[in-house]
């Protein structure tokens, strides 16, 4: 489903996401995320504070009490006469807010703008952003919450100042995404990912298991093809080509001769071939599982990739590693030193991955 802010601000200057998913279904994060009080958050209480401090030092402490209101909800923050407007409301879908003003400036400057009127608002000197929350249901139960916050291109006359001013609210922007969602994770729980079944379990019980993954903005069909090039002497392993790619650079774009795999088939996992990893599963724009080589009985390991659609536009995808073996001193000598190279290994991985996407479908 496209972004409810598109019609808004459809060519942002800014533009982040963040996504979380919770145990509820749609109907009842909804509820949640349209009446959630911001307030909660002792960041937000803090942000709140630290804005009206200017009135506070200048001796109007009647008004700034009066303004300090004990809940911040999202009818609060688009109350008539406020600086943000409600621009958008989908029952069980998402809300948008929005304002106009001069953001890149030490005191905010706020110009009120009617709903109807914001997307064609374009007078000089002022700039536009948005932000909503939406919520989407999750194909193996539950819901995606994602928080969008869209910032539009400035005029040239303010484009320096916003470029100064930036950096410094960036970092605030973000920690306060991360206490909205944090807020509705703690009232919906959130789904760990470490604990959820995925198609990759096919050792069944495993000594060690260990899951990362990450949101891609990028539907699982544009992520596929990164995956199944994989391999020394074909694509790397995108994660430290320095110890897992003999210093070869992984690959930067999508090769077409490396996109068949066929369960059986064995991929290099060192540079000179003689570590092998054998796919054991193909499914794809869902799942590729790769594992030890059959032949191998002392130690069987399993690692696996997984995607899972977000709406129409975005993917999550999962990494796991599951190992079982006999416990001896010579298997913790060779594959110790091994699992914390591949733990460092499969974040930089996957964060590779979502750089190379993204790149490639913005």
């Known amino acids: 489903?496209?972004?409810?802010?598109?019609?808004?601000?459809?060519?942002?200057?800014?533009?982040?996401?963040?996504?979380?998913?919770?145990?509820?279904?749609v109907k009842k994060t909804w509820a949640v995320i349209r009446h959630l009080d911001a307030y909660r958050s002792s960041f937000v209480r803090a942000l709140f504070a630290l804005r009206r401090l200017p009135d506070l030092l200048t001796g109007r402490l009647t008004e700034v009490k009066a303004a300090l209101t004990p809940h911040a909800s999202i009818?609060?923050?688009?109350?008539?006469?406020?600086?943000?407007?409600?621009?958008?409301?989908?029952?069980?879908?998402?809300?948008?807010?929005?304002?106009?003003?001069?953001?890149?400036?030490?005191?905010?400057?706020?110009?009120?703008?009617?709903?109807?009127?914001?997307?064609a608002f374009q007078k000089p000197g002022y700039?536009?952003?948005?932000?909503?929350l939406s919520v989407e249901k999750r194909r193996s139960g539950g819901s995606w919450v994602t928080f969008e916050l869209r910032v539009a291109r400035p005029d040239e006359e303010s484009e320096a100042a916003f470029e100064r001013s930036w950096p410094l609210v960036a970092p605030f922007s973000h920690a306060i995404r991360t206490?909205?969602?944090?807020?509705?994770?703690?009232?919906?729980?959130?789904?760990?990912?470490?604990?959820?079944?995925?198609?990759?379990?096919?050792?069944?019980?495993?000594?060690?298991?260990r899951t990362a993954s990450i949101v891609i903005e990028a539907p699982p069909s544009e992520v596929w093809p990164w995956l199944a090039q994989m391999g020394c002497g074909r694509a790397g392993w995108y994660?430290?080509?320095?110890?897992?790619?003999?210093?070869?650079?992984?690959?930067?774009?999508?090769?077409?001769?490396?996109?068949?795999?066929?369960?059986?088939?064995?991929?290099?996992?060192?540079?000179?071939?003689?570590?092998?990893l054998e796919v054991l599963l193909v499914d794809p724009g869902r799942a590729l599982v790769l594992g030890s080589p059959r032949t191998e009985d002392d130690f069987k390991l399993t690692w696996a990739f997984v995607l899972e659609a977000i709406g129409e536009d975005a993917c999550w995808l999962g990494a796991r590693v599951r190992a079982n073996y006999e416990p001896s001193v010579d298997v913790a000598l060779r594959h110790g030193w091994e699992a914390l190279v591949h733990q460092a290994a499969q974040h930089a991985q996957l964060q590779h991955l979502k750089e190379r996407v993204e790149r490639l479908t913005s």
């Open 75 to 119: 009818d609060d923050f688009a109350a008539p006469g406020s600086d943000f407007q409600l621009l958008a409301d989908a029952p069980e879908h998402g809300f948008v807010v929005g304002a106009v003003g001069r953001f890149w400036q030490p005191h905010l400057e706020f110009h009120h703008v009617a709903p109807h009127d914001f997307a």
């Open 179 to 209: 206490a909205v969602l944090g807020l509705v994770q703690k009232q919906l729980d959130p789904i760990d990912p470490a604990h959820v079944s995925l198609p990759g379990d096919l050792l069944g019980p495993a000594r060690v298991s």
């Open 1 to 25: 489903m496209a972004s409810m802010l598109e019609p808004f601000i459809p060519h942002p200057r800014v533009l982040e996401r963040e996504r979380v998913a919770v145990v509820a279904d």
């Open 127 to 132: 700039g536009k952003l948005a932000w909503g």
């Open 239 to 276: 994660g430290l080509d320095a110890l897992d790619n003999g210093g070869i650079p992984s690959a930067v774009t999508l090769h077409p001769e490396w996109q068949e795999l066929l369960p059986g088939q064995h991929l290099a996992a060192s540079p000179d071939g003689l570590s092998q």
